[in-house]
């Protein structure tokens, strides 16, 4: 069965950096993708960074610069590093996954996502 856990949330100054961690289990497509996707008080949804199992990367405009993804191919684990972190950045951050997809120069989405993970809460205070 397909399991998400996310961890490394928490509560951080303007300025400050996170490493969030998302464990994935379970998969036996050739091919997927993990979406980090944020979701704000108001509910709005925004889709941070994807990333494919080759390792092809996007990220959303407001985060370019600032936040990467990568993944490590042997223990199965996304990573989200954030540096620079704004008030803005305060969102519930949920890594979620697609079968079938590889990422190409177009921005992340959150649309077809077979897999959910429950969330970490990232809160940055000025």
């Known amino acids: 069965q397909v399991r998400l856990v996310e961890s490394g949330g928490g509560s951080v100054q303007s300025g400050g950096s996170l490493r969030l961690s998302c464990a994935a289990s379970g998969f036996t497509s050739s091919t997927y993708c993990v979406t980090w996707i944020r979701q704000y008080a108001g509910k709005e949804l925004e889709a941070v960074a994807s990333?494919?199992?080759?390792?092809?990367?996007s990220y959303a405009d407001s985060v370019k610069g600032r936040f990467t993804i990568s993944r490590d191919k042997s223990k199965k684990t996304v990573y989200l590093q954030m540096n620079d972190l704004k008030p803005e950045d305060t969102a519930m951050y949920t890594c979620?996954?697609?079968?079938?997809?590889?990422?190409?120069?177009?921005?992340?989405?959150?649309?077809?996502?077979?897999?959910w993970g429950k969330g970490t809460q990232v809160t940055i205070s000025s």
């Open positions: 990333i494919d199992k080759g390792g092809s990367a």
């Open positions: 979620a996954a697609a079968e079938f997809c590889v990422v190409t120069a177009s921005p992340p989405n959150y649309h077809g996502m077979d897999y």
